[in-house]
Each structure stands twice: as structure tokens, then as C-alpha cells.
């Protein structure tokens, strides 16, 4: 099946650093990969739409500025929250969809990236 | 707009029982896709199954099945035989359009199965 990695798992900064989460497919190539973030015992909120060799597509109310998305290549997507303050804090996961599942629209999920803000 | 609505924040089964959990949604695209995803306390997604709003006959895999009212736009998940391990967080979700379009989620039903 369908393999996305995501690293770290578990990340704690300190306010005002930043903080980059990277999202691998290991076995498949991802043109297309989507960011959600999760606050504890919520749903999952779609942040932004990662297109390969474009720019990502951000939801309303996310600002782009503080969330940087790069899709570089067919199997690697990065999050980087930039100057993290403690709000920022949450479980950041990544998803995918393989050309596979183009049609249905299956999202394949990455573990999951829980960031602490000091 | 796109909406998904689950009502229940949490529900109890005994073990080897079924269960059902509720989903209504919201679209005013003729094409799109529901699915449900169980996210167990480690924090995974995991696909359980799939609906296309075109599809005649209700999704089933294995011990779980959609009950697909495309009338009412409910598509609720049926467990059956439930199972320790199925105690989780169940997301239900939808896609408009064809593929490549993002998937909004529900709230989540937290499933309690006690033994």
C-alpha cells in the first residue's frame, strides 16, 4: 500500500524559532499533497493544498507567511512554521493521494507531527 | 459550501456487537466521494472506507459498511462485530469534485468498546 512518512514526530522549540516538518511518500509518487492541523480532541482542519513545482494553495484564514509549504519534488513536501509562538502548537499531518486513487480521492496519512511552542 | 456532520461525540458497544455511526453532509456538487477514517489514540489516519455519489450499492469492507442515503445525504459507518481495537476516533469525510480535490472532515464520533 500506499507509505507516507513524516518527520519528526515530536518537535518543542522555543517562541520565535521555526520549525520545518517534512512529509515523504516512500512508494509512490504525490503530485499533490495536503497539510490539516488538529488541536487536541478536534477535527482536522485543511491548512493548505501542496501542488508539485507550484505554489501551495492556502484555506481562508491561514496565513501563508507563517505556514511556508514547498513541494519540491514528486515525493517530498515540507511545513515550515516560521516564527512558532505558542498558539502554533498542535498536531500538524500530512496527506496524500496516489494516482491510484484519483478518482475516489483516498488520502493516504503521514504519522502525524505534534509541535510544542514554549 | 461544503459541510460534514457527525453528532455523536461519543459512543458505547459491547464487544461483538454492531455499532453505527452517524454522518450527514452537505453539497451542491452532483459528484463526490465520502469516506470514513478511524484515528486511534497513537494519532494515525487510517482509510476504513469509500462512497462515490454515483455508486448504486452501500461500500463494504470487511466488518464495516456505509449506509449510503443519498436522498437524506447521510452516510453513516456500520461496525459490526466490534472489537476491542476498534476503539477510536471515527472521522467522517467528503471530497467534491473529481479526484485531486481536498477532503473536508467531521467533528468525530469517539468509539468506546467495552469488553
Known amino acids: 500500500g500506499a507509505v507516507v512518512s513524516q518527520h519528526p514526530s515530536w518537535v518543542i522549540c522555543k517562541s520565535g524559532t521555526s520549525v520545518k516538518i517534512e512529509c515523504r511518500s516512500l512508494d509512490f509518487q504525490a503530485t499533490t499533497m495536503f497539510w490539516y492541523r488538529q488541536f487536541p480532541k478536534q477535527s482536522l482542519m485543511l491548512m493548505a493544498t501542496?501542488?508539485?513545482?507550484?505554489?501551495?494553495?492556502?484555506e481562508q484564514g491561514v496565513e501563508k507567511d507563517k505556514f511556508l509549504i514547498n513541494h519540491a519534488s514528486l515525493t517530498l513536501s515540507t511545513l515550515t512554521v516560521t516564527s512558532a509562538h505558542p498558539e502554533d502548537s498542535s498536531f500538524y499531518i500530512c496527506?496524500?493521494?496516489?494516482?491510484?486513487?484519483?478518482?475516489?480521492?483516498?488520502?493516504?496519512f503521514g504519522e502525524g507531527s505534534r509541535l510544542t511552542v514554549l | 459550501a461544503q459541510k460534514i456532520t457527525q453528532t455523536q461525540p461519543g459512543m458505547f458497544v459491547q464487544e461483538k456487537e454492531a455499532v453505527t455511526l452517524d454522518c450527514t453532509y452537505d453539497?451542491?456538487?452532483?459528484?463526490?466521494?465520502l469516506f470514513w477514517y478511524k484515528q486511534p489514540s497513537s494519532g494515525e489516519m487510517i482509510f476504513l472506507i469509500y462512497q462515490g455519489s454515483y455508486d448504486q450499492q452501500n461500500a463494504t469492507e470487511g466488518r464495516y459498511s456505509l449506509n449510503f442515503q443519498k436522498a437524506r445525504k447521510s452516510a453513516n459507518l456500520v461496525i459490526s462485530a466490534s472489537q476491542l481495537g476498534d476503539s477510536a476516533m471515527y472521522f467522517c469525510a467528503m471530497r467534491e469534485g473529481a479526484g485531486g480535490f481536498k477532503t473536508i472532515f467531521g467533528a468525530g464520533t469517539r468509539l468506546f468498546v467495552k469488553a
Open positions: 501542496s501542488n508539485e513545482g507550484s505554489k501551495a494553495t492556502y
Open positions: 453539497t451542491s456538487d452532483p459528484s463526490y466521494g
Open positions: 496527506s496524500a493521494q496516489t494516482t491510484g486513487t484519483l478518482v475516489t480521492g483516498e488520502l493516504f
